[in-house]
């Protein structure tokens, strides 16, 4: 089975600066997909940003990079510059490569940004 | 852009009512989703469905069915609704190849008294 753990239920960050939330994980398979989710109080859940289990490299989008050590189990989400507007809950979540593309959540960590 | 549409923002009903909560999606998806959040739990799978007429269990199953007749919409239902199943229900829906994202509705917030 697959377990996703965010371990800070709550961060706050100052606009402007930069933030790190963790998520770690456990399976035994070796291919996967990780990502991770913003839920702004609108409740659309957003997709910010994605990893492949087989690629070294780190993803990057914009403000937002991961930091993925796949042998540490670890999947950190860091947000750069910070922006009111990133206040929101963020899901760490996992994905199999087989089967369905069922995603499997974290319990989520609440941001929010001070201006 | 894709768009999950979820029918109802906010739901009250009755202990012992039949629930109907319906979802659909305009991209000509697959695969769709039924997720149950709750706080500090996350987002559990409740059911899913890769295709017309076809589910599957996910990890919370118990109390509900799903009904998936044309491929853009998927219908939870609660047979007899308890208020355990209070709840933040989340729609979702994706391509049918590995990594495809999947791409949610704004939830509905049923409250069952």
């Known amino acids: 089975a697959q377990t996703v753990t965010q371990s800070q239920p709550e961060m706050s960050v100052q606009e402007a600066e930069t933030v790190t939330l963790s998520c770690t994980y456990d399976?035994?398979?070796?291919?996967?997909?990780l990502f991770w989710y913003k839920q702004p109080p609108s409740r659309q859940m957003i997709l910010v940003i994605r990893q492949e289990a087989y690629k070294q490299q780190n993803a990057t989008e914009n403000r937002f990079s991961v930091n993925f050590q796949k042998a540490a189990k670890s999947f950190s989400l860091k947000i750069s510059d910070s922006q009111l507007g990133d206040t929101a809950m963020y899901f760490c979540a996992f994905m199999k490569q087989t089967g369905a593309n069922n995603l499997f959540f974290g319990t989520g960590t609440r941001l929010t940004v001070i201006p | 852009d894709v768009k999950v549409t979820q029918s109802s923002r906010y739901l009250v009903k009755r202990t012992g009512e039949k629930v109907f909560l319906e979802c659909v999606q305009d991209m000509d998806h697959e695969n769709m989703f039924w997720y149950r959040q709750d706080p500090g739990l996350g987002l559990r799978l409740i059911y899913f469905?890769?295709?017309?007429?076809?589910?599957e269990k996910g990890d919370i199953p118990e109390g509900y069915s799903v009904s998936r007749e044309k491929k853009e919409r998927f219908s939870l239902i609660l047979e007899s609704a308890s208020t355990n199943q209070t709840s933040m229900y989340l729609c979702a829906s994706c391509i049918g190849t590995y990594n495809s994202p999947l791409h949610f509705g704004n939830g509905t917030r049923l409250t069952v008294t």
């Open positions: 469905s890769y295709d017309v007429k076809m589910k």
């Open positions: 399976t035994s398979e070796n291919n996967y997909y």
